[in-house]
């Protein structure tokens, strides 16, 4: 990693449209809040909701704190994410068990 570039974290759940999309928010939200170089992504090791938007009550709790999910789309993760991000988090055993197969 470049010191000039930002640190790169990815969010992985399930499916895209809850846990990893919610934190994807949050970090996002605390990094801008602290001026920090920080870029998020996130995705899921299901493709079944590739395109879809972040579950209502996802979004909805995120908005009454302040936090904007609605533009979030799903996707899946793909090789590249390996080399793309500096972090990698799971959001339980089971996904990670699945990432680390990929």
């Known amino acids: 990693?470049?010191?000039?570039?930002?640190?790169?974290?990815?969010?992985?759940?399930?499916?895209?449209?809850?846990?990893?999309?919610?934190?994807?928010?949050?970090?996002?939200?605390?990094?801008?809040?602290?001026?920090?170089?920080?870029?998020?992504?996130?995705?899921?090791?299901?493709n079944e909701h590739a395109g879809s938007?972040?579950?209502?009550?996802?979004?909805?709790?995120?908005?009454r704190r302040g936090i904007d999910l609605a533009g979030l789309r799903a996707r899946q993760i793909r090789p590249s994410d390996f080399f793309d991000f500096d972090l990698i988090l799971t959001a339980d055993g089971m996904v990670d068990r699945v990432v680390r197969r990929q």
Do not use: K, Q, Y
């Open 1 to 46: 990693m470049n010191e000039n570039e930002p640190f790169r974290v990815l969010m992985v759940c399930w499916g895209n449209i809850c846990r990893s999309p919610t934190a994807e928010g949050i970090l996002r939200h605390l990094a801008e809040a602290r001026g920090l170089a920080v870029e998020v992504d996130s995705a899921g090791t299901s």
């Open 53 to 63: 938007p972040p579950d209502h009550r996802a979004i909805s709790e995120a908005a």
